[in-house]
């Protein structure tokens, strides 16, 4: 769906509930209320798809603003320290941005939901605690500059972004970062997810429109979309369907053959999601099974 801005993701969720009629709905990766955009939703049995698009790849578009550094490093946050930005040069923010572009290791925000001691940082930070969490890697597979606006007056630069990155990257710390490396500082004022895996933006809908009538997409379509396809016989369906393993899809040793962690999608000759396979040696076995002909809207995923 396309989550509103000044809603958690947990608020969305509540609200799923009410609209589908059930208490069994997910989601798969948390947007901070401030943001909007891509947010997928698992509902009923396509709650169990959504660890495998947690750590699929994300697409931002961003407003940055050097010149002004936050305590959340976004525009939530109070402001704790200003510099003028005015010096800063277009060559100077291209240099800066091709320095965070690739693999880099990222200190995220002080206030994200990571657990500290079993603590939320936020929570330790609301309460006045100093926390300093530690870099982590990620990966920003693109860091494009669309447009840069200069005030002369407030001594600040804004700059309209892309970022395309690995999950578990936080761009607020991006944009914190790049304030950093200018030596000015700098907070995130807009955001918006475009895309998680293969869901994008034209694909969402508004809680408004989901309100009208509650259109998701077919459980099947949303794991064809994910992960690697498997089509079954007839005989294969009914042995995946208790759980017992078969001949594998690919041969030993194939480079990229399907794993637990990340599996291929089998499907059954009606076209049914079947279950998640991974190949062992010769076999392939279930990771999980879903009986035959659940592909409906009532296990559906929502993107």
Not at 161 to 185: F, H, K, N, P, Q
Not at 268 to 285: C, E
Request: glycine share 10%.
């Amino acid at each position: 769906m396309d989550k509103p801005q000044g809603w958690t993701s947990h608020d969305v969720v509540g609200r799923m509930r009410r609209l589908a009629g059930t208490r069994k709905v997910g989601h798969a990766g948390t947007l901070d209320p401030m943001a909007t955009g891509v947010l997928v939703l698992g509902i009923n049995k396509a709650t169990r798809l959504l660890t495998y698009i947690v750590g699929t790849s994300k697409t931002y578009t961003a407003t940055i603003r050097l010149g002004q550094s936050t305590v959340t490093d976004d525009a939530e946050g109070e402001i704790t320290a200003t510099a003028s930005a005015a010096g800063v040069t277009d060559e100077g923010i291209h240099d800066a941005v091709a320095a965070l572009t690739g693999a880099i290791q990222q200190v995220p925000s002080s206030v994200s939901a990571i657990k500290v001691n079993g603590e939320r940082a936020y929570a330790r930070v609301r309460s006045g605690e100093d926390v300093k969490l530690s870099a982590r890697p990620v990966t920003i597979h693109r860091f494009d500059v669309h447009d840069v606006r200069r005030d002369l007056a407030a001594e600040v630069v804004d700059l309209d972004v892309t970022v395309e990155c690995s999950s578990g990257t936080y761009i607020r710390a991006l944009a914190r970062d790049l304030g950093d490396a200018l030596g000015v500082g700098g907070h995130l004022t807009a955001l918006r997810r475009t895309q998680v895996g293969p869901y994008s933006i034209d694909q969402a809908r508004t809680l408004e429109q989901l309100a009208e009538e509650l259109n998701v997409l077919d459980m099947s379509l949303a794991a064809r979309a994910l992960m690697p396809n498997r089509e079954l016989t007839a005989g294969e369906t009914a042995e995946i369907s208790f759980g017992r393993r078969i001949a594998a899809g690919t041969e030993p040793g194939t480079p990229g053959a399907p794993t637990a962690e990340h599996p291929a999608a089998a499907f059954a000759p009606d076209g049914s999601l079947v279950a998640l396979l991974a190949d062992a040696g010769p076999y392939a076995k279930p990771v999980l099974v879903f009986a035959p002909g659940n592909g409906t809207a009532a296990a559906a995923a929502e993107a």
